[in-house]
């Protein structure tokens, strides 16, 4: 089954304690993108990236970092967590389509809190 | 900076009725415009994707139109199920994969 995988799907952790989520594709998509969703603010794009190697900062990309050495993951890392981090986030990936636009396939989202 | 409305927030309808949702833009220059479905705990599902040189698109008993000029988009759904019920949101593609997306349109279809 197409699908885009993310882990945990939820978690809470505290101020400063380093963590990752973890996201997977299995559609052989080459580009892939971070999400956040806050209630009122819809979502926002973190980071981004087309193709292995290749990332780089979406709208809201302080306090986090990603990176892309295989072309099917596309991690998450924050390094130092504070509590304006806690969201809901959504890994996609996407490909380019016949009709020249990129189609998204969404993850089904991590909840994080930070206290 | 590419902003996208939602009107409304919330809407709530009887079952079998035809409802519109919209969506508002700020800049015109758009590589597509795409509605999505979330249902609570779950990712979002593409809905419909409209090319930036298309009028509409079609799928099933939903229909999407696009005004690019005028910066809207409208989800047109028929013959409301209650298994509609989700939030609804739509994005617009700014270029290089960059979306923006709107805050949503939450529906309940009453039985």
């Known amino acids: 089954e197409a699908q885009v995988t993310q882990n945990p799907r939820y978690l809470i952790t505290v101020t400063g304690k380093k963590l990752t989520v973890t996201c997977s594709q299995n559609m052989n998509h080459e580009y892939m993108s971070w999400y956040r969703q806050d209630p009122g603010l819809g979502l926002r794009q973190i980071y981004y990236?087309?193709?292995?190697?290749?990332?780089d900062k979406g709208d809201v990309p302080e306090g986090y970092k990603v990176s892309r050495k295989e072309k099917r993951n596309f991690p998450l890392i924050l390094e130092s967590p504070s509590p304006n981090q806690t969201s809901l986030y959504f890994c996609?990936?996407?490909?380019?389509?016949?009709?020249?636009?990129?189609?998204?396939?969404f993850g089904p989202g991590t909840r994080l809190t930070v206290t | 900076k590419q902003e996208v409305t939602q009107i409304p927030a919330a809407l709530s309808v009887p079952e079998g009725e035809n409802l519109v949702l919209n969506c508002s833009f700020t800049?015109?220059?758009?590589?597509?415009l795409q509605w999505f479905r979330q249902d609570p705990g779950k990712g979002l599902t593409s809905l419909l994707l409209i090319q930036s040189s298309q009028r509409e698109q079609t799928s099933g008993r939903l229909n999407a139109s696009l005004d690019k000029s005028s910066g809207r988009s409208t989800l047109y759904i028929a013959a409301s199920q209650p298994g509609d019920s989700a939030t609804y949101l739509c994005a617009v593609d700014a270029g290089a994969n960059n979306l923006f997306f709107g805050t949503g349109t939450r529906l309940t279809v009453i039985p």
């Open positions: 800049d015109s220059a758009i590589y597509n």
């Open positions: 990236s087309m193709n292995v190697e290749v990332t």
């Open positions: 996609a990936s996407s490909y380019l389509s016949s009709g020249g636009s990129y189609e998204q396939y």
